[in-house]
């Protein structure tokens, strides 16, 4: 008797082709998905091809000087990332038995998380299981969100301005944040600065200083200094921010603990507002539908252990 298609499908499908995709669809390309896999254009082509063929949706729109996944294509997506974190698991996952703990730990991170409750949590854990790995992706929030939620990744550390009802969200510290210049802006030797100085200054900013962003304190911070709202530049990336604010680009926003060696070298100086400061949360993010590695869930047990027995004013940064 014929199997009906469905049951057929997984039997018929070279599920490299779903790996293939996947890079398709986050490099925005063909030719740059070649690149990045190291192959030549008509062959990711020719895969792309063979996998609408099997799916029997187009996936991908192609035309010149455009790129956009349809819907079809954006559903196979979502379940290729969940495919793809479920199977780079299983070498934590088969890391069982022996007298040490074995395993890796994969971490999606916005840029210069600065917290020293969980450097010590991650160094205790490193000293006492040498034998478990660690990685850091660093990405912006909205793609530590997504990773987390395709299971690509152990957990994840970002800024949330809505928690996803799919996922498990814990405040990890809260830090404050100020404007500052660099030593080459005109403010940075006065003795005294007045807030309406900065009216209309130049300015540099992060991608997630916009309406319903997780930095949208900090744009409420710039419009009670009447900063122009035109921006000189921006990034996702903190050091980034911190060059060009030193480099005299534009004032902008930084935390203020992560500021505070630079404030000492002389490199920036924090301006006015000095009171009601933004406070922002930094959370800690996990997937509860994971199966965890005993490594993953060791050392999640000692981040919660730290949160429970440390108050968040303690892990406040100012």
């Not at 035109?230 to 902008?252: D, F």
Request: hydrophobic fraction near 40%; glycine fraction near 6%.
């Amino acid at each position: 008797m014929k199997q009906p298609r469905q049951q057929r499908f997984p039997w018929h499908l070279d599920w490299n082709l779903l790996r293939t995709f996947m890079v398709v669809v986050e490099q925005r390309g063909i030719s740059r998905a070649a690149d990045f896999l190291g192959l030549k254009q008509p062959t990711i082509s020719s895969a792309l091809k063979r996998l609408e063929d099997t799916t029997g949706h187009q996936l991908i729109i192609r035309k010149p000087n455009e790129f956009k996944v349809t819907r079809a294509g954006q559903l196979l997506y979502a379940e290729c990332s969940s495919i793809f974190g479920a199977v780079s698991q299983l070498p934590s996952l088969l890391e069982v038995g022996g007298a040490e703990l074995r395993g890796h730990i994969s971490i999606a991170i916005t840029s210069h998380v600065n917290s020293e409750h969980f450097d010590r949590v991650l160094g205790q854990f490193s000293a006492r299981h040498p034998k478990v790995s660690f990685s850091f992706a660093v990405a912006e929030s909205d793609e530590v969100v997504t990773r987390i939620s395709q299971n690509r990744a152990s957990l994840g550390i970002c800024l949330l301005h809505k928690i996803p009802a799919e996922l498990k969200a814990e405040v990890l510290y809260r830090e404050y944040f100020g404007l500052f210049c660099g030593p080459n802006h005109r403010l940075f030797h006065s003795d005294s600065i007045d807030l309406s100085e900065l009216e209309d200054e130049r300015s540099v900013s992060f991608q997630t200083e916009t309406e319903g962003g997780g930095l949208e304190p900090v744009t409420r911070m710039r419009l009670r200094a009447k900063i122009a709202t035109s921006l000189s530049g921006i990034s996702s990336n903190l050091h980034e921010i911190r060059r060009m604010i030193v480099a005299n680009v534009g004032i902008g926003a930084l935390p203020l603990h992560v500021a505070a060696r630079d404030v000492g070298l002389g490199l920036l100086r924090q301006l006015p507002p000095y009171d009601e400061l933004p406070l922002i949360d930094i959370f800690l993010l996990t997937n509860p539908r994971r199966k965890r590695s005993d490594a993953e869930a060791a050392f999640l047990t000692e981040l919660s252990a730290m949160l429970r027995d440390t108050d968040v004013a303690e892990r406040t940064y100012a």
